[in-house]
């Protein structure tokens, strides 16, 4: 087993296509139009199943907005440097809610930012994420 993709409903799809692409440096990897059903997908990620987990991005057409309720956490994202992530994510106008720093209690290094959507992305400055793929390398 392996996970393959999160999905998130999102109000307006290009902005939302926007942000993980310009800001999180993210791929569009597919998009899908279902008018008779009533929605849109598009499928983004650093790299494409099954290699890689994906964030599926679902438009019901006409919902410009969700509650997102108490239960959701975040999606986390490997990074090899969190505080420059955080300056090539400020400077493409992303909102970093969480300044990068050692964890409460711990000495790993975390940052959060916030999708337009108010989805909360942690960046966890793990060594291993300094692929030559990893597009939010400082």
Request: charged share 15%.
């Given at each position: 087993m392996r996970l393959l993709h999160t999905m998130l409903?999102?109000?307006?799809?290009?902005?939302?296509?926007?942000?993980?692409?310009?800001?999180?440096?993210?791929?569009?990897?597919?998009?899908?139009?279902?008018?008779?059903?009533?929605?849109?997908?598009?499928?983004?990620?650093?790299?494409?199943?099954?290699?890689h987990a994906e964030i599926e991005l679902t438009y019901n057409h006409g919902v410009t907005s969700y509650d997102l309720g108490s239960a959701y956490g975040h999606i986390a994202i490997g990074v090899p440097d969190a505080y420059a992530a955080c300056d090539k994510i400020r400077a493409a106008g992303g909102n970093i809610t969480r300044e990068p720093g050692p964890v409460k209690g711990g000495s790993t290094v975390i940052a959060f930012i916030t999708d337009p959507d108010g989805y909360k992305v942690e960046l966890i400055q793990r060594a291993e994420a300094g692929a030559p793929e990893d597009s939010l390398r400082a």
């Open positions: 409903r999102v109000g307006d799809l290009q902005r939302s296509i926007d942000f993980y692409t310009q800001v999180m440096g993210m791929t569009l990897l597919r998009t899908s139009e279902n008018a008779a059903h009533g929605y849109s997908l598009a499928f983004l990620g650093y790299g494409s199943n099954p290699e």
